[in-house]
């Protein structure tokens, strides 16, 4: 029921942080409007980062308490571009992210946000309020805008994080692309079989009966598959969606990650896009840090993990060990397996010629264009692949029901 007062007023629940952008509290105040909610909230001194009109009995305005979606990539490069934006034009960078957080829809984002902005009025620096939310913020945003804010070029800086996150999800939707298909097929070709299995072979099995027929072998594996399918079908769904929890859960741990990310890169046609998606990754985020002025170590600290593979953030890290101790960082590349003559010569050059930012950016961007076409090339493969497929596996079942009653009639017939 509406918790209307006494006046007009409406009863606000609200849920605030201190101006240190620290700690949370929670309460309720009584106006009119939204407008004068916030104000009696920021009266007590706090800063809202949610406010709940008690009057709409809506699903949508309960307290905290359920699930809140992370921040996508997407959704951080529009922040970080609209702040560029602002920055660029004069606007400090207090009331620029007063004017995002009024825009972002995602929850935990907008909270996050609304910390800084305490965060910063409290004395810290941009990178400082980001780097108290490191589930929010990624370390390449945060390094770079530390960098930005150090040299005095944020803006350039929070453009140079903006189209680095908008490459990886060029990325990472080509690649969803180029499985969308397949995955589909599978699911499909999964369900026919169970529904065959589970409706359609039964009914045979009870002609079969009938006909007092001599069942050929493949027709007896399908028989005998038919008889079990109600309890492995539920069983399988039970176990997916048990390891669909649990992998959802412990993907990025080191356990899983130590073998999962190597065969990822061996995977028959798979593999080598995983190899161009991660070297995409590692080039134009290497290239948008050292542009950004963040130093050569540090850098090499972040990219490693956001190729999103173990193998090149292992290769990484140790690359950095090589350089701490003086190495060039060509010859530091050159001595770890995983990274591909292209790489290590461009970075060569750009050593040559000071420019190894650029030199990893040409790079990044032809590892782009290798993603793209491959892709392509398997959207075009696997098209026609899953049909034949598909095909195979229901035609293999309507074979092997149909051909006993064949077997049946030309023996009456004969």
């Known amino acids: 029921m509406a918790e209307k007062t006494s006046g007009g007023t409406v009863k606000w629940k609200y849920v605030a942080v201190t101006a240190n952008g620290q700690t949370r509290e929670k309460g309720s105040v009584e106006a009119k409007d939204k407008e004068q909610a916030i104000s009696k909230v920021s009266a007590l001194g706090l800063i809202p980062i949610q406010l709940i009109d008690t009057s709409q009995d809506s699903i949508l305005n309960k307290e905290i308490g359920g699930i809140k979606r992370m921040p996508k990539k997407a959704e951080l490069a529009a922040m970080a571009r609209q702040l560029s934006t602002m920055v660029t034009a004069g606007v400090s960078i207090i009331r620029s992210l007063e004017i995002i957080v009024e825009q972002i829809s995602n929850e935990r984002l907008r909270e996050a946000v609304t910390q800084c902005i305490a965060s910063i009025q409290a004395g810290d620096s941009f990178s400082a309020s980001m780097a108290k939310s490191p589930e929010i913020f990624p370390p390449l945003m945060i390094h770079m805008v530390q ?5 005095g070029f944020l803006d350039e800086a929070l453009t140079s994080v903006a189209d680095s996150f908008e490459s990886d999800v060029t990325l990472q939707r080509q690649v969803k692309s180029a499985l ?24 045979f099995v009870d002609i079969f009966d009938q006909l007092n027929a001599e069942l050929p072998f493949i027709t007896k594996i399908l028989v005998g598959m ?10 399988l769904i039970v176990g997916g ?17 130590s073998w999962w990310d190597p065969l990822k890169l061996k995977l028959p046609v798979f593999g080598n896009l995983n190899n161009k998606v991660a070297l995409a990754r590692f080039c134009s985020n290497f290239a948008a840090m050292l542009a950004a002025g963040v130093p050569i170590l540090q850098a090499l600290d972040i990219v490693g993990a956001t190729s999103g593979n173990k193998i090149y953030e292992d290769a990484t890290r140790e690359t950095s060990k090589l350089v701490e101790k003086g190495y060039r960082l060509s010859d530091a590349l050159s001595s770890q397996q995983v990274f591909p003559t292209l790489v290590i010569q461009m970075v060569r050059i750009g050593e040559d010629s ?28 696997l098209e026609p692949l899953m049909i034949v497929v598909l095909g195979v596996v229901v035609g293999a079942m309507l074979i092997a029901l149909y051909y006993p009653m064949f077997t049946v009639y030309d023996n009456i017939s004969g």
């Open 147 to 151: 960098a930005g804010e150090t040299g």
């Open 241 to 257: 969606t048990a390891f669909s929890v649990y992998w959802s859960k412990n993907k990025n741990s080191d356990t899983i990650r």
């Open 354 to 381: 000071g420019e190894i930012d650029h030199m990893l950016e040409s790079a990044g961007r032809s590892y782009d264009e290798e993603v793209k076409a491959i892709t392509k090339q398997l959207s075009s493969l």
């Open 226 to 235: 038919s008889k079990v399918a109600p309890f492995a079908v539920g069983a």
């Open 180 to 203: 969308t298909y397949p995955v589909i097929v599978l699911c499909l070709a999964a369900v026919l079989v169970a529904a065959m299995l589970i409706y359609v072979v039964p009914v």
